[in-house]
């Protein structure tokens, strides 16, 4: 078995300001990041889709105590943000100060971009990652 969508693509993309996903032929679930097998069916039978980006804040969370090489990023916040097209997907949120970060968030409408992040010594190099920005 391999992989429709690989990290590598999936990272590239999201550099290009594109978010992909792959949609299951089986039961029609959508997933992001990518993955061998549907999250709802367990299907392999799955293609590649291409994602607006834009979605809702449902919970998120301040990180003070950052993980290894992530030091100098500390305090941020992350979200957990539900797409338009269903799933979920978790990032960065930018442009709101991380003390600012109140309830008051939640519900609050999202676009997607994304940061390039230098790899460290659990990865094969650099990434691009999720960054959301508030849309109102």
Known sequence: ??????????S???KENRLLGLKCNQCQDICVPP???CCKCL???MDIVELCGRGTIQ???TVFVPSEGREDEAPYTIVLAELEEGPWLMGNLAGVEPEKATMELIGRRL??????FPGDK?????GARPVFYLAD
């Open 43 to 45: 299907s392999p039978d």
């Open 111 to 116: 676009n997607l971009g994304n940061k390039v």
């Open 35 to 37: 993955r061998m097998v």
């Open 1 to 10: 078995m391999e992989y429709k969508l690989t990290f590598k693509e999936y």
């Open 12 to 14: 590239q993309a999201l």
């Open 59 to 61: 919970t998120f969370t």
């Open 122 to 126: 659990y990865s094969a190099g650099e």
